[in-house]
């Protein structure tokens, strides 16, 4: 007879702080507060994942991402399933993650609407160039100081 | 006909064929920061199709997922707005329409917030957080040409002077809207006009553009019997690989 392990869900939240944004790959799901909810249905382990941006195409990848990491572990019956309500919002960012995406040159959001200061240099000089950058959640600023331009991790 | 299933049309046929046309200035855009800009938006709005598009296809129950929907219907079977489906003309043209419509949805997305039906009230708060950045962009775009030189200010006022006729038809209700109101799904649209132009007129005014007085609408996008000659050539091509392989994936 074969006994199925199912791990909790708290080691599972645990493993699943090794897998990556695939954008932002200093931040993993977890920080970025996407997770919703681990759960055990049955065998199937069940995943409640928001998206950040409706369009985000990195969605479909951390859902690949996601299901491929825990195959690892030995998990094989996973589903994933697209929650929508609460919205996303970047209030669910750790605290942890916000000073892993200073470090990576990523400006963290704040709820003034702006970045405190350049990544780089810290001058408080900074500008907005547009509302919108490189990935839906960032906006690019730039900074008068050391004129580098740099994301800004903007709130929603 | 399910009135449920058309007013999900209704929304996501105006996201995706706004979002496709946005997504035509990719590459060539007059400016990196505008490009950039725009393909966003067209991503927030192809993405918020797949929401409503899917749960369409949910409440029509015949097997359409939101890409069989997307493409393989032809022009008469959207139920976009007219002015969605106006060609992108110059990059004034492209972001009054989108002033003209962001302002609109906006008013939209927060009423449907409180929508009867839940899964259209989480579409709608979901929406409402991007809807609002792509108004804040649009709003400060139109201001910033209008209010800028006189070359900038005349292109301003003739894209404006040609999309207000189309500005109207967001307004107008039928039987589906009737139906929607009965059941507390959505408000009647003419609610949100007074809201619209306390938004839009403040901002033209300071764009120093003169509103048209003539209020005559084009109708005939949002009830499918009557589309633009346009809808036809923009979705050759954006339905031009599915027509062309059937069932292609990747």
């Not at chain 2, 929401?51 to 079977?77: I, N």
């Not at chain 2, 957080?129 to 006189?150: F, M, P």
């Amino acid at each position: 007879m074969v006994t199925l392990i199912r791990p909790d869900p708290a080691q599972i939240k645990a493993w699943l702080q090794d897998v990556p944004d695939p954008e932002i790959p200093v931040i993993s799901v977890m920080d970025l507060g996407i997770v919703r909810d681990v759960s055990w249905r049955g065998d199937v382990l069940e995943i409640a994942v928001t998206p950040t941006y409706s369009g985000c195409p990195a969605t479909s990848v951390i859902a690949m991402d996601i299901e491929t990491a825990l195959k690892q572990r030995g998990i094989d019956a996973v589903n994933i399933r697209t929650q929508l309500s609460p919205a996303w919002t970047t209030d669910w960012l750790t605290d942890g993650a916000k000073a892993k995406l200073e470090a990576y040159g990523i400006a963290p959001p704040r709820p003034a609407g702006g970045p405190a200061h350049c990544p780089h240099c810290k001058s408080k000089d900074v500008e907005k160039v547009s509302q919108f950058g490189s990935t839906p959640c960032k906006a690019q600023w730039r900074c008068q100081a050391c004129l580098e331009p740099f994301d800004y991790f903007k709130c929603i | 006909m399910d009135p449920l299933f058309e007013f999900l049309l209704r929304q996501g046929d105006n996201t995706l064929v706004l979002g496709h046309r946005i997504s035509e200035w990719c590459g060539k855009a007059p400016v990196l920061e505008e490009d950039i800009a725009l393909a966003n938006t067209a991503l927030d709005l192809i993405g918020q199709t797949q929401m409503w598009l899917g749960y369409a296809a949910e409440v029509e129950g015949a097997g359409r997922t939101a890409d069989d929907l997307a493409f393989l219907r032809d022009a008469w079977d959207f139920r976009n707005l007219l002015l969605l489906e106006r060609p992108n003309g110059d990059f004034g043209h492209t972001m009054m329409r989108q002033f003209l419509f962001d302002a609109y949805q906006i008013q939209n997305l927060k009423a449907l917030e409180a929508s009867s039906d839940p899964r259209i009230a989480e579409i709608a708060v979901k929406s409402g957080k991007e809807a609002t950045y792509h108004l804040d962009r649009s709003r400060d775009t139109v201001i910033a040409l209008g209010d800028g030189t006189s070359e900038s200010n005349a292109r301003m006022q003739s894209a404006l002077d040609a999309l207000w006729p189309y500005a109207g038809e967001m307004f107008l209700a039928d039987e589906i809207d009737q139906a929607m109101a009965a059941d507390h799904i959505a408000p009647l649209p003419l609610e949100y006009r007074a809201p619209w132009e306390a938004a839009v007129l403040p901002a033209l005014a300071a764009a120093a553009l003169k509103v048209p007085q003539d209020d005559f609408a084009h109708q005939g996008g949002k009830t499918g019997r009557r589309h633009s000659e346009h809808l036809g050539h923009m979705l050759a091509t954006m339905q031009v690989l599915q027509r062309s392989y059937p069932g292609a994936t990747w």
